[in-house]
């Protein structure tokens, strides 16, 4: 079935370190790929999405590239602030496979010290 | 903009109980969503629903009901607690379903002695 994977659980980095947080999806179709960010007594928020293959997304220095080759959607940042330090979410719909819904990664707790 | 108001924020609750959890929001969406949060797991639809009146289950649903008797609410029902159960409840909302964007609540804490 469709699934989302994010093998990193935690992962902490200094202010300024260059971020790479894997995410790679399974599915038969062409989904939408998402990143959601989760700050601390918060709910979920997106962060950015992108629709179609081979295209970059981007928001707030954040960037992902939906590569169909490798059906991976990894999250990077050149240069993270400690105001990053939030649980990173990958995810996924995929409406060509008959479904609507959201299939999310396990979560990756980003930490980043001063 | 809107909001989306979920409460309690912290649920405490004995085991076997019937503990209910309650969502607002004021964007005027038509869908509504329940999830189960767990550390390493992701989140898990329990319920949603498209219109007022309207529920179907997600791939969570047993052992929760749901109710949407207003377009703006969304309350779930945990039918008997576990015990050592621990978990954040997460409502959403989004105009329809499909490619619409979700808006997160902050969520609702359930710990269960």
């Known amino acids: 079935g469709d699934s989302v994977i994010q093998m990193q659980g935690q992962v902490t980095l200094s202010e300024n370190d260059f971020l790479f947080i894997n995410c790679t999806y399974s599915t038969t179709g062409y989904p939408t790929l998402f990143w959601y960010v989760q700050y601390s007594g918060e709910g979920p928020q997106l962060l950015l999405q992108?629709?179609?293959?081979?295209n970059k997304g981007s928001s707030r220095g954040f960037e992902a590239t939906y590569d169909k080759g490798t059906t991976s959607f990894h999250l990077q940042k050149t240069s993270v602030q400690e105001i990053d330090s939030a649980v990173y979410y990958c995810a996924m719909r995929d409406p060509s496979s008959g479904s609507w819904q959201l299939i999310f990664g396990s979560g990756t707790q980003l930490t980043v010290m001063p | 903009g809107g909001i989306i108001t979920q409460t309690p924020k912290f649920l405490i609750g004995q085991e076997g109980q019937k503990l209910t959890l309650k969502c607002q929001q004021n964007f005027n969406h038509d869908t509504m969503y329940w999830y189960r949060q767990d550390s390493g797991k992701g989140l898990r639809l329990i319920y949603y629903?498209?219109?007022?009146?309207?529920?179907q289950k997600g791939d969570l649903s047993e052992g929760y009901d749901a109710s949407r008797e207003k377009k703006s609410s969304f309350s779930l029902t945990v039918t008997s607690a576990q015990k050592n159960e621990m978990a954040v409840f997460l409502c959403?909302?989004?105009?329809?379903?499909?490619?619409?964007?979700?808006?997160f609540g902050p969520g609702t804490r359930l710990l269960v002695l």
């Open positions: 959403a909302s989004s105009i329809g379903l499909g490619g619409d964007t979700q808006y």
């Open positions: 992108v629709t179609t293959a081979n």
């Open positions: 629903s498209i219109t007022e009146n309207d529920l």
